[in-house]
């Protein structure tokens, strides 16, 4: 019997008993469907927070500082921190939000504030439920920034221009806007040179910044930005108190909270103000240790799947196959060779899983997809490793217990083959 | 001498409490063209006498010598190729594979032969003529009656045209009728030359065959020749 004839007989014995091949199947795309869907959720959802983190930026230094008399310490800390030199420090910026009425044509940010609160009562914003309705516009975040706003924070210029130190010195009625607020202001129109009123005053857009976050609902790209200095007619009764430094690297972070420290520490006493400087690093990297073990976790998770997975599939051609023993016996007694029935099985198995798997494959990628958008709201593919040897092992699994009775059923006698039941 | 046993014996659970000797030190001679029936009741031996015969089993003790050849010498391959071109099986419960339509299943001896499509498909038409099948060819075995499931068997015995026929009770799941029929095939097998085995717990059957052996507790109790019932 050569090959070919063995292929049309596996190809026969497939078809002919198109239930049993089904069930042999199903085991085999569930055991590759599930491993793919639960760990493309976990992976999504841990690269999702390592990706805001990356966002939010890295290597920042958080300064607190506040004087009695109420005099900010922004200017000092300013030209401090720019007399470090690139190679420590990238830059400086207050950190302060406040509040403020941002309307625009008729858009309006205190509307969307008190809408927020509905859509909250109603089942959570941004919640996939209602997808009927737009998506609730979501109030930006205004944010007081020195010229290097961006730099600390990691935003990058997309449209126009960003603030300069000229806005700061002149109190500029100016803005500048994160992508998501840009969207949700002016949609696709575009927003530069276009006048917004904040708190009833005129302030002109001069810049977008370019798109941090594109999946997450919850966004750091809902953000409007505003030269420090035009607090004086937004919000003249916050004192500054909030900055934020960014370092070059994280040896050069260290080194300027100490930097930082120090240099505070000679102009701000227990009688005249307080402060404090902080790295983000710290937080971070037990942030980073988290994700690692949740990758850890997550590979414990898989190995189980992929073993209860295999299991199943071990199951179902062990059952086959005994099933099968008769056949085996009539074949043997009709004169196949040990050989022949060996070749038919491990075609038949082969096939089985080989469709099974590829079968199993599709499904683990649209589920992956669908389960990422419902949970995490962004599309999941799932990891290349783990299809591989999710297909890998169930395949091999399935070849292995598909040819090991059969192997076995053929070493029988074919009169005890053909006893069985 | 085309079958010689000598003193064959097989033995399940030897040396134990619950030793069963199927076959007890049994020695027969079948020459070429004999239509042979081996007549026993339930238990007496008779069906492993015809698994030993036919090569689906091995003897525990003795010798079986078939066409000269000592069949303990020979390997699992050579067996299979024994068992594909020099016997055709007729069983009681017909044995067809349920998956494979009539054709196929006539044509799977063939196909372990290596006898290519065409060929085979030719050889298998003309068995299927022969016990009257044409035109049921793609049809399943699930599909046909008892007695169209046991021509389908002969079919597929014959299509190799082996020199030797055995048949295991084949009337057994058959009315009385369509069970004639076989046994009259069987007969005109015979007359064409072919070696008939024929294993059956009914003397009226057996009366079909030229020669009776009688197998009572794993021995021949009786081996004699006899008028035939030409059916």
């Known amino acids: 019997m050569n090959i070919s004839q063995a292929v049309k007989m596996a190809v026969k014995s497939i078809t002919g008993n198109k239930g049993r091949s089904m069930l042999t199947m199903l085991g085999i795309i569930i055991g590759i469907a599930s491993v793919m869907i639960i760990v493309s959720v976990i992976n999504g959802s841990n690269q999702q927070t390592l990706k805001q983190m990356e966002a939010m930026g890295t290597n920042k230094v958080n300064v607190s500082a506040s004087r009695y008399d109420g005099k900010s310490i922004f200017d000092d800390l300013y030209n401090y921190c720019n007399s470090l030199g690139s190679d420590l420090v990238l830059g400086v910026t207050p950190s302060s939000q406040f509040s403020a009425t941002v309307v625009y044509g008729a858009k309006n940010s205190a509307v969307m504030e008190k809408n927020q609160g509905n859509g909250a009562m109603g089942g959570g914003t941004g919640d996939s439920s209602d997808t009927g309705q737009q998506t609730q516009d979501m109030p930006p975040t205004l944010y007081f920034g020195s010229d290097q706003y961006a730099a600390c924070n990691n935003f990058q210029i997309g449209k126009g221009r960003d603030i300069t130190q000229m806005d700061v010195k002149r109190y500029a009625q100016v803005c500048v806007l994160g992508a998501r607020a840009a969207k949700i202001f002016f949609n696709y129109a575009d927003p530069v040179g276009q006048t917004m009123q904040v708190n009833g005053l005129p302030f002109t857009v001069i810049g977008v910044y370019a798109e941090k976050d594109a999946d ?19 919000s003249p009764s916050t004192q500054m108190t909030d900055f934020s430094v960014k370092a ?96 038919q099985f491990l075609i038949e198995a082969a096939m089985l899983c080989g469709i099974g798997g590829l ?21 999941v593919w799932p990891s290349p490793l783990i299809t591989a040897s999710a297909f890998l092992l169930s395949v091999a699994l399935g070849i292995l217990f598909g040819i090991y009775p059969a192997a076995k059923a053929s070493k029988l006698q074919p009169v005890e083959a053909l006893r069985a039941e | 001498m085309l079958i010689k046993l000598t003193n064959v014996y097989k033995i399940y659970s030897e040396g ?10 049994v020695s027969l001679e079948i020459d070429r063209g004999e239509f042979v029936a081996v007549v026993g009741q339930s238990g007496s031996g008779k069906s492993t006498m015809m ?10 003790h003795g010798e079986y010598d078939l066409d000269g050849v000592n069949v303990k010498e020979l390997t699992d391959r050579q067996l299979s190729h024994i068992r594909n071109k020099q016997i055709g099986f007729i069983f009681q419960q017909y044995n067809l594979i349920q998956t494979l339509n009539v054709v196929e299943n006539v044509e799977l001896p063939l196909i372990y032969q290596g006898i290519g499509a065409e060929k085979r498909r030719e050889l298998a038409m003309a068995a299927l003529e022969r016990v009257g099948l044409i035109g049921r060819e793609k049809h399943k075995p699930v599909e046909m009656s008892g007695g169209q499931q046991q021509r389908v068997a002969i079919a597929r015995a014959i299509a190799t045209h082996p020199p030797i026929i055995m048949a295991d009770e084949p009337t057994g799941a058959l009315d009385s009728h369509t069970g004639h029929d076989v046994l009259r095939f069987l007969q005109e097998l015979n007359k064409e030359g072919s070696t008939v085995i024929l294993i059956t717990h009914d003397n009226g059957i057996a009366a079909t065959a030229r020669r009776v052996v009688r197998l009572t507790d794993g021995k021949i109790v009786e081996d004699q020749q006899q008028e035939v019932d030409w059916l």
């Open chain 1, 248 to 343: 070059s690297s994280s040896q050069a972070t260290t080194q300027v909270v100490s930097l930082l420290t120090g240099y505070l520490g000679g102009i701000i006493n227990d009688q005249n103000g307080y402060f404090s400087v902080y790295s983000d690093n710290e937080s971070q990297q037990s942030m980073n240790e988290w994700a690692t073990q949740m990758s850890l976790i997550l590979g414990g998770i898989a190995a189980i799947s992929l073993l209860v997975g295999g299991i199943g599939i071990m199951n179902i051609m062990l059952v086959t196959v005994t099933e099968r023993t008769r056949e085996i016996g009539i074949r043997r007694a009709i004169g196949a060779e040990r050989r022949s029935i060996v070749t």
């Open chain 1, 359 to 379: 079968i199993g494959i599709m499904v683990g990628t649209v589920g992956s997809l669908i389960v990422g958008k419902a949970l995490l709201h962004t599309l």
């Open chain 1, 216 to 234: 997450s609902q919850w966004s750091m790209d809902n953000v409007i930005v505003f030269p420090y200095t035009a607090s004086r007619y937004l």
């Open chain 2, 16 to 25: 134990l409490e619950s030793e069963v000797r199927a076959l007890n030190g």
């Open chain 2, 51 to 60: 698994n030993m015969l036919g090569c689906l089993d091995v003897p525990t």
